[in-house]
């Protein structure tokens, strides 16, 4: 597919048929992503992969039976069916050791000298990647958050530990056919209003 049609079918998708995916087109999204830019190429970004029905079950368990994301019981047991679930997550200590090392100028880890965190930052990176390559793999894909509150859940469950922040989840599958799409279109703010050509 070309990739100006991958960007332009790139949407988020919350409803899902349980259809599964194979594993040769799992690996390439997952391939895709690990070509994300990472600053200083810290690479502080890793990726638990959720396709077994059972950890699946495990990892909706951990979120909590009502909150959802925000989402609505239905349109959360739609996103339930997705086959697979990606979660990725972003270590701040990796990019701050980066740059203690000499080749970048810093003889300590202060947090301070970032003005946001790249850590997230680039594991964003990461998940857009995996939401591009679905596309061009006819695949849908969503991404979306833990609630702060069930983080603690989420670590326990799947023994993540504590110096990797869960930055977002991407679920991917087959989109279901007969679900209601939404057409955003009216919604999406002109160009004029987001790009600022020369100065403000």
Do not use: N
Request: hydrophobic share 40%; glycine share 8%; with cysteine.
């Amino acid at each position: 597919m070309e990739f100006r049609e991958v960007l332009r079918r790139r949407r988020m998708v919350r409803h899902f048929t349980d259809d599964a995916v194979d594993d040769e087109t799992i690996e390439r999204i997952l391939a895709a992503a690990l070509r994300a830019p990472s600053a200083g190429y810290s690479q502080g970004y890793s990726l638990v992969v959720l396709r077994d029905g059972a950890d699946r079950a495990r990892f909706w368990a951990s979120q909590g039976p009502t909150e959802g994301g925000g989402w609505e019981p239905a349109v959360r047991e739609a996103i339930q069916r997705a086959p697979v679930i990606v979660v990725a997550l972003a270590s701040k200590d990796a990019y701050l050791d980066r740059y203690a090392r000499a080749d970048k100028g810093w003889s300590d880890r202060d947090e301070a000298r970032w003005p946001v965190p790249y850590w997230h930052v680039d594991t964003g990176f990461l998940c857009l990647l995996m939401l591009l390559a679905s596309v061009d793999e006819g695949l849908g894909a969503l991404l979306f958050g833990l609630i702060p509150a069930d983080i603690p859940a989420f670590r326990r469950e799947f023994g993540v530990p504590d110096a990797w922040d869960p930055v977002g989840c991407v679920a991917i599958g087959h989109e279901d056919p007969t679900a209601p799409r939404r057409d955003l279109r009216a919604r999406r703010r002109p160009a004029e209003e987001i790009i600022h050509r020369d100065r403000w």
